[in-house]
């Protein structure tokens, strides 16, 4: 319902604007405030001390005088309140606590044995607990939680289709919201992980990129103008399950011959069973295990690698003649063996790709390491958080 246009509606749209300008251009002068809104001096100093009284801005000394008296500059207070983000993996849950500029100030990673579903809820039911318990004390505390899932996610976050999980129609929001009673935000997890490096790593700064995240699975997502992509139902990303072998092997979508079956780590601990390596103390493969190994010079080893590096590049060609894209940011757990998969990725891409697609391209790996998809989750949370100053006109 369209808001009408009365005096507290216009009050609320100011403050809005004069929120937004702190946060992205503190410290800054109440006096440099009404210069960039256009909002007179009066105004601003009503909203400003309004904010500081919720505890979202706070004076810092005197900046540099442009004549006259220094004026008091301002900051926003991101330690106001704090955001839980987590990455809902198929076999760990990685949560993290952040403040309200995405900074992580917590984490804890649980690796999941039992994956059931009921052991799972009940181990992201801990995890949430336990970054509640050690936020530090704050006016606003947990402003909201963000969960990546590895699945498709519909816009009331219930998960709907996680084939890795094994999960159909499971409504995680209303779940996490009845336990803890904060808002909940659940995404994608690639496109959390999108979101992710697009505010804090190695997409920071650009405008439209590609997000490729490699576990156990593979999930990507699109961001255009700086905007997640999300398709006529908000569904898009599912690259994983590209076909790239008409009578390949079954896929747990239903379907054969899907490019995650070929290039993920599940394809590459699947195949990394038959190869002679040290034992650990652990009777499950482990993908650091084998990256150690490649790392001392084992050829078989280095070879598979090879391999899951060479299809992940035949599908990141379908990418690149597809998209045309600026970056490819190629993130989660399978990053880590980037020594070992960058130069046959490169290599099949610049073999098999259009040469006028790949003349702007870059492919790049997270900066974020494990991390692109639970301080992606957070920011949706602290993004849900700040809506609620904003008022939609129109």
Request: net charge neutral; glycine share 10%; charged share 20%.
């Amino acid at each position: 319902m369209q808001t009408t246009g009365n005096q507290y509606l216009v009050k609320k749209i100011n403050k809005s604007i004069v929120f937004d300008t702190i946060r992205r251009k503190n410290p800054i002068s109440r006096a440099q405030i009404s210069e960039s809104t256009n909002l007179n001096k009066g105004t601003v100093s009503s909203l400003v001390k309004e904010l500081i009284d919720d505890d979202l801005v706070y004076e810092i000394g005197p900046g540099q005088s442009s004549g006259g008296r220094r004026p008091v500059m301002l900051l926003f207070n991101h330690v106001s309140g704090y955001a839980i983000g987590i990455d809902l993996g198929v076999n760990y849950i990685l949560t993290v606590l952040t403040d309200l500029e995405g900074n992580s100030v917590e984490e804890e990673r649980t690796p999941l044995q039992n994956l059931s579903f009921d052991s799972v809820i009940s181990a992201l039911f801990q995890s949430i607990r336990a970054m509640i318990d050690r936020a530090p004390d704050s006016p606003r505390g947990i402003v909201g939680i963000g969960i990546g899932v590895p699945g498709i996610v519909d816009e009331k976050g219930t998960v709907l289709f996680a084939p890795n999980l094994g999960w159909k129609n499971v409504n995680l929001s209303r779940m996490i919201t009845d336990e803890f009673h904060l808002p909940v935000i659940v995404h994608n997890e690639a496109n959390a992980g999108a979101k992710g490096e697009h505010l804090f790593g190695s997409g920071k700064g650009r405008e439209n990129l590609v997000y490729v995240s490699v576990g156990i699975g593979i999930g990507t997502s699109m961001i255009i103008n700086n905007a997640l992509y999300g398709g006529a139902s908000g569904f898009s990303g599912e690259m994983g399950h590209f076909i790239i072998e008409s009578h390949g092997k079954k896929c747990r979508c239903g379907n054969r011959g899907c490019w995650e079956l070929y290039a993920s780590e599940r394809a590459f601990l699947e195949q990394a069973k038959s190869l002679s390596v040290p034992s650990t103390d652990s009777a499950d493969l482990d993908l650091d295990r084998f990256i150690q190994a490649a790392n001392e010079g084992n050829s078989e080893v280095i070879q598979l690698f090879n391999q899951i590096g060479e299809y992940l590049g035949i599908g990141l060609t379908n990418i690149v003649n597809t998209l045309n894209p600026e970056l490819i940011i190629i993130g989660n757990r399978f990053a880590k063996a980037e020594k070992w998969i960058r130069n046959p990725i490169h290599r099949v891409v610049e073999s098999r790709s259009l040469p006028y697609h790949r003349q702007p391209l870059k492919i790049a790996f997270s900066s974020l390491g494990t991390h692109s998809c639970a301080l992606g989750a957070s920011s949706f949370a602290i993004s849900n958080f700040f809506s609620d100053m904003k008022v939609p006109v129109g």
